[in-house]
């Protein structure tokens, strides 16, 4: 007892700020969410804008080569 009052008694629901709980393990979800997206994202982003054009490069030279090849082949 400290200054005659009783701690006994003291209700955790009708304190006049709520208690923080489960802040760290929404904190950690979250970013590992997020971090899935954002990588998702990055990853369509080089897989469709970088390396898809690349590829399609390369597959015509080797076309053109081929159809060369053949034409010098022919004559």
């Known amino acids: 007892m400290l200054y005659g009052i009783s701690t006994r008694n003291i209700n955790i629901n ?3 700020i ?7 393990k929404k904190r950690i979800i979250a970013d590992i969410a997020i971090g899935f997206s954002i990588g998702g994202v990055m990853g369509s982003y ?3 804008g ?3 054009d ?3 490069k390369r597959e015509a030279f080797y ?3 081929a159809a060369e090849k053949k ?4 004559n």
């Open 14 to 16: 009708k304190m006049a």
């Open 18 to 24: 709520a208690p923080i709980t489960g802040t760290l």
């Open 46 to 48: 080089w897989w469709w």
């Open 50 to 52: 970088y390396h898809k």
């Open 54 to 56: 690349i590829i399609g």
């Open 63 to 65: 076309a053109k080569l």
């Open 71 to 74: 034409e010098l082949a022919d």
